[in-house]
């Protein structure tokens, strides 16, 4: 029996994928970095630029991390695009999608001096436009405002859902389910604000959440783009009665009959 694995045989990944780029990333990235997880985080650039901040109706004030901030701060997780401005995307022509888009995405590029290949959708608005439009900037994948609820993977790498919103009420619960779910290739990828963690007061929940997460041997933290990547290059694989073809330019894993094995780029493993 063939079963795939992630990155040095590890069965599960963990992702946070938290939007806007605010103050309490700060803490929320010391977090991640305690614990050795890995975050993407979904930043607006021109709101970077105009230091944008904003009143949540609890009364705390929301403030936007400026571009001197971010690259240090960042540094070990993945970094995508949230569009420009942070717009509601229904209002917009083609044109002003494109604008948002590809202008954040060479904005990013230039503060981080890196390519910025993930695009997570601001507010809760998708179509066909605007994914022809996240495709047609050039990006690997575009992350919806939509939650897949389980540990399945998502089927459509531009219509990406994430496992779930962090309601906190049940963030404890569904990390125990993670822990204990033989899902193949099972994925637990939380979307949030981090600001939300001081709106709700669970800093304490969140961390031992972290905690129990990098304690599992069996789960690989990974930032989004890398599972994409990851599942691009196992989409190629070649699997028959009789081996495993690793079609792709990266190492894949497998268990075999119990085995854990490492197939080589464009390497061809015997079954038996």
């Not at 694995?5 to 305690?34: C, M, S, W």
């Not at 609890?58 to 701060?73: A, E, F, I, Y």
């Not at 998708?126 to 047609?136: A, G, H, N, P």
């Not at 575009?142 to 609820?149: D, L, N, V």
Request: with cysteine; net charge negative.
């Amino acid at each position: 029996m063939v079963k795939k694995l992630y990155p040095y045989g590890k069965k599960k990944a963990f992702n946070v994928t938290y939007d806007d780029g605010v103050l309490q990333d700060i803490r929320f990235v010391e977090l991640l970095n305690k614990y050795g997880l890995k975050g993407t985080f979904n930043l607006n650039s021109g709101l970077m630029e105009k230091e944008f901040e904003w009143t949540h109706e609890c009364g705390l004030v929301v403030k936007r991390l400026n571009t001197d901030v971010v690259v240090d701060l960042y540094k070990g997780h993945e970094v995508a695009s949230h569009t420009l401005n942070h717009p509601y995307m229904e209002n917009l022509s083609k044109e002003e999608i494109l604008v948002e888009l590809s202008q954040d995405k060479a904005n990013l590029e230039r503060i981080f001096g890196k390519e910025i290949k993930g695009f997570a959708l601001p507010f809760h608005y998708y179509s066909d436009l605007i994914k022809e439009c996240v495709k047609e900037c050039g990006f690997s994948y575009g992350r919806i405002s939509e939650e897949t609820g389980s540990f399945r993977l998502p089927t459509d790498y531009y219509s990406w859902k994430a496992t779930f919103f962090h309601h906190f009420d049940k963030l404890e619960g569904l990390t125990k389910e993670f822990m204990e779910t033989d899902e193949e290739l099972g994925l637990f990828q939380i979307v949030g604000h981090s600001y939300d963690l001081d709106v709700a007061d669970r800093w304490e929940i969140m961390e031992d959440v972290f905690r129990g997460i990098s304690e599992n041997k069996d789960i690989l933290p990974m930032t989004t783009i890398e599972i994409v990547e990851y599942l691009k290059a196992m989409d190629k694989i070649e699997i028959t009665s009789e081996y495993i073809k690793n079609n792709s330019d990266v190492s894949l894993w497998f268990e075999i009959d119990g085995r854990v094995c490492e197939v080589k780029s464009c390497e061809k493993v015997n079954i038996f």
